[in-house]
């Protein structure tokens, strides 16, 4: 009796034991070793990022010159004022404009630049005067007298951050400053909304995050034609010859990028690094036939025709299999023998001057005429040294439009400059500077937290160290971005942005990020089953036997007491 | 609303000083620069012969278009031209009259036998792909390319088999398209498939610009064509068979809309029921062109004379 009893006992102290020790230690090692290693990301930080507000903010100098302020006025500035805008884009995004504009009177050395004969070199010389910082713009105010500018031009803008802006005499006559002021404001305002940033493409710049709000026409094509955003570009230049038994073309491009284009890209190297390459192919057909036209004596390819140009060209350009960042090509076509002189026309019929064509986001292409430069008794083939001043000209425009410049035509009564040998003014520099720093910045903080979102919603995904670090960075940087937005410190608001695009992608795309591959509950079920089911039900079942028993006996023990 | 009338009113904006008629959200109607690929045919072995064809056949009407190679990411499980039971080698044919090869001379395949794996097909279209791929092997579209999914294999209801050893669930894929959507990495998205109960792997998606077609419904089979007795096996799908048919009509401006596209195979020509899915997208299906998603036709823009001189000695004294 007292065996079995000791038995009994044994076997309940196993049974015990051993559920003891699946609760206490197998459970917690079975959780521990299936878990998926997640670290910590700043959730919190990046939920605040999902509500953008972006304030950008510029200094703008109003300089009054002699003759244009009355001696009262006169005694009222240095004055300063701010400019604000706020637009509401849409739930999540805020955007908000501050200029602040401080009014003075023009120095002594400024007054004797600004009587220079011409607007270009009053220009010139108030830029060796003072350099503006970047972001900044000055507007000079001059009297309606002076001779600086042209009849029929208000505001000339110069090449680098300077304005000159005419006043009329009624404007200021008998007003105190603030009324003067007052009506100088919605003329100031124009001026900038050429020269620093301004609504349309600020948004046209935030496409990646208000995706269904098209805004203006111009704003659409405008940031459909300019190529997103990425850390570097590369440039390909070709040349292509059809014909090389009757043409042997020689092009010194690379004293051609060297003296023409390279300027410009070092001036443009805070926003992206650009790599160069050219190549030449030969026997490389445009794939549209011309039309001989009788009264041109020339070979007419239309404007409807010039979409399927680019198409079976493409298939024979050559890039750098190593990189992944978008590719500008500049295509040269010099036509063959037989297809000489091909001119480009427009939909009303008419030549276009510069012969080219662009396509957006993807390059251009040119092409340049060699009938007239020999004769038909000419030996074939004929060297030609194809004249790369012309043509880099036009690339050169194409570039500035396939980078994002402004090519709407700016508002009745300014001239603008024409940019000088870089290609690039500064305002427009600034302008680019302005516009990539705010796409920098939300297309990072869309792609941090969709990154979050992702995260969260799945579960199954390994989070390592590297990726969080990551995020850390890019959320850091995006804040910091933000800051000096505000503080109106473009160069270093572009950096941050960079740093902070460049973190976003490298963890949004870490190969070790892939969706773990999804288990329906069904499955889980049977592989989880037939491995813990054998284990568990016999000690599942003695734990319910000595749970009855356990009852029995305390059942027993009442019914003795009673 | 033709292109080209679209095209003139634009050009037109651009000579004159100022914008003429802001025609400019007329042409850049579809809202897309450049297209991409991704075709992909899932079995191997040499009696899944058709779906290889299928593949090629697609690859090569989209080729003929005008999508560069570059842009094309095609992944196909087997080698069928150079396969040794091939008694024609080097050719893959449609049809039995041999009259279309659609290996033809200029296939470029990037992903190939084993590689063609449910793994790698998700890289390449989340883009998490190792630094060290190359340029061919990736998608890198942007926010204005719009994409052209293609998958063919064997398949059941809410799954595709891949290689005959795994398989995609239609609830992967829906995520796949939501993160491409999250990074935008598409404007407009078709996705076809020709599959045995092709319609559940549409049923899941849930991201908006997404237009989808499948060869059969769910509890239908995908039927082959016709075999072939001197190659010996199924050379091509209905569905897909119907399709290349459909594509040689159309040309690179050609003004067919997909409300033709869905028409392709009825019934009667394909035995099962094919089917499609439109309420993701946001256009409207007549309006969508062909070769917007099938073809590469690009936008252009004439370049106006250069706003600054080039002298041709490069003597400026710009400080």
Not at chain 2, 195 to 224: H, K, W
Request: proline residues 6%; glycine residues 4%.
């Amino acid at each position: 009796m007292a065996t079995t009893e000791v038995e009994r006992r044994r076997g309940q102290l196993a049974a015990l034991s051993i559920a003891a020790v699946v609760i206490v230690v197998g459970v917690p090692l079975w959780w521990r070793t299936t878990e998926t290693y997640r670290a910590w990301l700043p959730f919190s930080q990046i939920k605040d990022l999902s509500k953008l507000q972006l304030h950008l903010s510029a200094d703008v100098e109003v300089v009054f010159a002699r003759g244009t302020l009355t001696p009262e006025q006169q005694k009222k500035l240095p004055l300063t004022q701010t400019q604000d805008e706020e637009h509401a884009v849409d739930e999540n995004t805020v955007l908000r404009y501050t200029h602040e504009i401080k009014y003075r009177t023009a120095t002594i050395m400024e007054e004797e630049a600004l009587g220079k004969p011409t607007a270009a070199e009053a220009d010139l010389s108030l830029h060796m005067l003072s350099e503006s910082p970047c972001g900044s713009s000055v507007v000079y105010v001059i009297p309606e007298v002076s001779s600086l500018l042209p009849e029929n031009v208000k505001v000339y803008i110069g090449q680098r951050r300077t304005a000159i802006l005419r006043i009329n005499a009624e404007m200021r006559a008998g007003k105190t400053v603030e009324q003067l002021l007052a009506v100088l404001k919605p003329q100031i305002k124009q001026v900038l909304q050429v020269m620093s940033f301004s609504h349309t493409d600020i948004t046209a710049a935030l496409s990646d995050r208000v995706r269904f709000n098209p805004g203006s026409k111009e704003s659409m094509t405008h940031s459909m034609r300019a190529f997103t955003s990425s850390p570097g570009y590369e440039i390909t230049f070709s040349l292509l010859n059809p014909d090389p038994r009757s043409h042997r073309l020689h092009w010194d491009i690379e004293g051609a990028v060297q003296t023409y284009i390279q300027p410009f890209l070092t001036k443009l190297s805070p926003l992206a690094n650009f790599s160069i390459d050219s190549q030449m192919l030969h026997y490389a057909m445009l794939g549209v036939n011309p039309r001989y036209n009788n009264d041109r004596g020339a070979f007419i390819l239309h404007a409807d025709s010039l979409a399927h140009v680019i198409n079976p060209v493409e298939a024979r350009l050559g890039s750098n299999a190593a990189s992944s960042n978008p590719v500008l090509n500049f295509l040269l076509y010099v036509p063959d023998a037989q297809h000489s002189p091909l001119y480009i026309q427009d939909h009303k019929k008419m030549d276009v001057p510069s012969n080219a064509f662009h396509s957006p986001r993807w390059g251009g292409i040119m092409v340049y005429n060699v009938k007239n430069l020999y004769g038909p008794e000419a030996e074939f083939p004929v060297n030609i040294n194809i004249n790369m001043a012309e043509v880099m000209g036009v690339f050169l425009t194409q570039l500035r439009l396939l980078v994002g410049m402004e090519s709407s035509p700016p508002p009745p009564g300014f001239l603008v400059a024409p940019c000088g040998s870089v290609g690039l003014a500064d305002w427009e520099l600034d302008r680019l500077m302005w516009s990539r720093s705010v796409e920098n910045i939300a297309t990072a903080t869309t792609t941090i937290t969709s990154l979050a979102q992702l995260l969260d919603q799945i579960g199954n995904i390994v989070i390592n160290d590297n990726i969080a670090q990551q995020v850390s960075s890019a959320v850091t940087s995006v804040q910091l971005a933000v800051a000096e937005l505000e503080a109106g410190n473009l160069g270093f608001a572009l950096q941050y942005s960079k740093e902070t695009i460049l973190a976003s992608e490298k963890a949004f795309f870490d190969p070790s990020l892939l969706h773990l591959l999804y288990f329906p509950d069904d499955q889980k079920f049977a592989i989880y089953i037939p491995l813990f089911l054998p284990m568990c039900v016999p000690i599942l079942l003695s734990l319910l036997k000595m749970a009855s028993e356990a009852r029995r006996r305390y059942r027993e023990k009442q019914a003795k007491k009673d | 609303m033709s292109l080209s009338d679209s095209l003139i009113s634009f050009r037109n904006s651009f000579i004159s000083p100022r914008f003429v008629q802001n025609s400019a959200g007329q042409f850049f109607s579809s809202g897309h620069t450049n297209n991409w690929a991704v075709l992909v045919c899932t079995s191997r072995f040499w009696f899944n012969y058709r779906h290889v064809a299928n593949t090629l056949s697609v690859y090569r009407s989209v080729k003929r278009l005008g999508i560069p190679d570059s842009h094309i990411v095609l992944m196909l499980a087997d080698d069928m031209a150079c396969n040794h039971r091939n008694p024609k080698p080097a050719t893959v044919f449609s049809h039995k009259n041999m009259e279309l090869n659609v290996y033809g001379d200029d296939v470029e395949v990037d992903y190939r036998g084993y590689e063609v794996t449910v793994e790698n097909f998700l890289r390449v279209l989340t883009g998490r792909l190792p630094p060290s791929t190359p340029r061919s092997k990736r998608l890198l579209s942007d926010d204005r390319s719009n994409i052209l999914i293609y998958l063919t294999g064997h398949g059941g209801n809410g799954f595709l088999k891949f290689q005959d050893s795994e398989e995609i669930s239609n609830v992967e894929l829906a995520d796949a398209f939501e993160q491409m959507w999250q990074k935008r990495r598409y404007n407009e998205l078709l996705f076809i498939i020709d599959t045995c109960q092709g319609a559940s792997m549409y049923e899941r998606f849930y991201s908006p610009n997404i237009m989808a077609l499948a060869s059969s419904q769910v509890g239908e089979d995908s039927l082959s064509h016709q075999p072939d007795l001197a190659i010996g096996v199924h050379l091509m799908d209905r569905y897909t068979f119907y399709l290349l048919e459909f594509l040689e009509d159309i040309h690179p401006s050609s003004k067919t809309n997909m409300n033709d596209l869905f028409k392709v195979c009825p019934r009667s020509l394909c035995v099962s029921t094919p089917g499609h899915r439109t309420d993701l997208f946001l256009r409207n299906p007549e309006s969508v062109l062909i070769t917007d998603f099938f073809g590469s036709v690009r936008k252009v823009e004439i370049t106006t004379e250069p706003k600054f001189s080039i002298h041709q000695s490069y003597s400026d004294s710009d400080p």
